[in-house]
């Protein structure tokens, strides 16, 4: 049974971090490149980064770059997000989604869930004073 789970999200103060988390089972993880993409209340999914199977690439939205980095553990099948100088905008639930590698150096960078090949249950990430 395929699975991604997600965890890590919460209530945070504008300017801080969280750092979420996306376990992968049920298939080979190693072969998937992985994207996080996010859905703000009453609005539609964005894209937030990507990463490449082997983790050595790795692309974010404007919106975030500078602030988040993604990065992958292939022996724990995990990915992670890390998001620091968070901002009011950044609330939204984060899902993370997997996609086959392909080219070496493809890296998914659409929002549509239906684009992927697999795709979590989500995390609710909210930024608060």
């Known amino acids: 049974q395929v699975q991604l789970v997600e965890s890590g999200g919460g209530l945070v103060q504008p300017g801080g971090s969280l750092r979420l988390s996306c376990v992968a089972s049920g298939f080979t993880f190693t072969n998937y490149a992985m994207s996080w993409v996010r859905q703000a209340p009453g609005k539609g999914h964005e894209w937030v980064s990507a990463?490449?199977?082997?983790?050595?690439?790795?692309t974010y939205a404007d919106s975030v770059k500078g602030r988040f980095t993604i990065s992958r553990d292939n022996a724990k099948n995990t990915l992670y997000l890390q998001m620091n100088n968070l901002k009011s905008e950044d609330t939204a639930v984060y899902y993370c989604?997997?996609?086959?590698?392909?080219?070496?150096?493809?890296?998914?960078?659409?929002?549509?869930?239906?684009?992927?090949?697999?795709w979590g249950q989500g995390t609710q990430v909210t930024v608060s004073s």
């Open positions: 990463t490449t199977s082997g983790g050595s690439r790795t």
């Open positions: 989604a997997a996609k086959v590698q392909g080219a070496w150096y493809f890296m998914p960078t659409t929002q549509e869930p239906q684009t992927y090949d697999y």
